[in-house]
């Protein structure tokens, strides 16, 4: 008892510090005019490499031992869950609003490109890089997986984004959030037949196939279950009750669907997706993710401290300089065209191109993968992590400069006078 009461005082202060480092990397990006979501970013890839040079290893492993930083990984994911079930279901609400065949260019416009520039980027490794950069992989897996980074959108930094500036009920918010979703899912497939190819094991593809559809068939199942007179009822006399059952569902899809191969991001979405648009539980569903948002600073942070805890080696200079041109080109360049070819205007069009260019921890995570199954050195997955954390910090600053832009296409206002209102008489 004593031991258990030890350890939860340990994880309550180890996240009181967690959620101080967030708040401090969030004030830090607001003054300098980012998105908070990019403060907290960096604030925790660089909690980890900062707590060791303060603390020393030893210290550090005293301080935050395994099972401390298993905890805070688990609320990590609990909070990005959450926070995503609302998010979903607020794409469910205004999908009406997004013709499927608009949302369709984008999505093509927004992985097409972005994949090819990925092989395009295995090729130069192959061909033209330093000897030891492209590794032992079998070539297949190798491709896919570089195809697979670079096509990644982070739903939930982008979802931090849109939240934080305001713009999520956008046409440009919900035009990127919706193709990022699809292809999100699209990309998480992929990584699982990299993986297959990687360790020879053709039926992992099989296995993610079996997977998304049985998340499907689930999904459909909560959808039935939640639009029934009993659930209906219950919502409105308990919602806190309700609150917490829904929760615990969206828990369980993304924690079997992540135990079945799958990330739990698309458990998540699913779940959020199958809630009814209308009635109480749209205040159901907002109190869910207002738990979840508080949460998924968490998950900055203790990236931060797992991932790059260890140190990240010299820098491959000319790796990045490779691999951040084509990841911009690829992914924005091929999201603005796809939103062009939707017939969206320019500047709808350059906003979601910046949008869907934010990679984040998604693909920081998609990297760890590829790096953990020996796909990736790690010269490449060097440069490919600074990649995702310089497209990220590209978003404030663009979206800024496309606003102002956009302010200085409008005309002046017509100033209006006695004599002209005479004249709008006559």
Request: with cysteine.
């Amino acid at each position: 008892m004593l031991n258990l009461l030890a350890t939860g005082a340990h994880v309550a202060a180890a996240l009181v510090v967690v959620l101080a480092i967030a708040w401090l990397g969030a004030i830090a990006a607001r003054r300098l005019r980012q998105p908070e979501v990019i403060g907290e970013i960096i604030a925790g890839l660089l909690a980890g490499p900062a707590a060791l040079a303060l603390l020393g290893h030893a210290t550090f492993t005293v301080v935050l031992p395994a099972e401390i930083i298993d905890i805070l990984k688990t609320c990590s994911e609990v909070g990005l869950i959450l926070f995503l079930v609302g998010l979903a279901h607020k794409l469910r609400i205004g999908a009406r609003q997004v013709p499927r065949g608009t949302a369709a260019w984008v999505v093509v416009g927004g992985i097409v490109p972005a994949l090819a520039s990925g092989v395009v980027f295995a090729c130069w490794i192959i061909f033209a890089g330093e000897p030891g950069e492209r590794g032992g992989a079998p070539l297949p897996a190798f491709l896919m997986m570089c195809a697979v980074v670079l096509s990644i959108t982070a739903v939930p930094v982008l979802a931090r984004i849109l939240a934080d500036r305001g713009i999520a009920d956008t046409r440009e918010g919900r035009l990127s959030m919706t193709a990022a979703v699809v292809i999100d899912t699209v990309g998480w497939l992929l990584l699982s037949v990299a993986v297959a190819l990687g360790a020879g094991r053709p039926d992992g593809v099989l296995r993610a196939f079996a997977v998304l559809v049985g998340g499907l068939l689930v999904a459909l199942a909560v959808r039935w279950a939640l639009r029934t007179k009993a659930a209906n009822a219950l919502c409105g006399r308990w919602p806190a009750v309700t609150a917490v059952l829904l929760a615990a569902i969206a828990l369980t899809v993304a924690f079997s669907v992540e135990k079945a191969g799958l990330t739990d991001i698309f458990g998540a979405v699913l779940v959020g997706l199958a809630v009814p648009p209308d009635g109480p539980w749209r205040k159901i569903v907002s109190g869910v993710s207002r738990v979840g948002r508080a949460l998924v600073p968490v998950f900055f942070v203790v990236t931060g401290l797992t991932v790059f805890a260890t140190g990240l080696g010299s820098l491959p200079w000319v790796l990045m300089l490779v691999a951040i041109p084509l990841a911009v080109l690829g992914k924005g360049g091929g999201s603005y065209l796809g939103t062009r070819l939707a017939g969206e205007p320019r500047i709808t069009a350059a906003k979601v191109g910046a949008l869907m260019n934010t990679r984040g921890l998604t693909e920081l995570i998609v990297l760890k993968v590829g790096y953990s199954a020996g796909i990736l050195t790690l010269p490449v997955f060097v440069a490919l992590v600074l990649t995702a954390v310089v497209t990220t910090v590209m978003t404030g600053p663009l979206l800024l400069f496309l606003d102002r832009g956009a302010g200085r296409a409008q005309p002046a206002p017509v100033p209006v006078t006695v004599e002209s209102l005479d004249g709008a008489h006559d």
